[in-house]
């Protein structure tokens, strides 16, 4: 994070929990969404609250964030301080 290297953290990003989330939830359909959108990685959060992206392009965040909100209302766009 000092270095700002965005890539690097998602490259070794990881979340054991998600392992045994079912084929069936909403979060495989979000983290392809936001993947497709073009976030560097995109996983659940701790043991499932949230689905987060980490996108490099800040345009491309608020698109992702823009279409996923249609269907998830409860939607937001993050930025690191």
Do not use: C
């Amino acid at each position: 994070l000092d270095r700002g290297n965005l890539a690097e953290i998602a490259i070794h990003m990881n979340n054991t929990f998600q392992e045994v989330v079912p084929e069936e939830s909403r979060v495989w359909d979000i983290q392809s969404r936001l993947l497709k959108a073009g976030a560097l990685d995109a996983m659940m959060s701790g043991s499932g609250s949230a689905v987060f992206g980490i996108f490099d392009e800040e345009e491309a965040a608020r698109v992702a964030a823009e279409a996923l909100k249609k269907e998830y209302p409860q939607t937001f766009l993050a930025q690191s301080v």
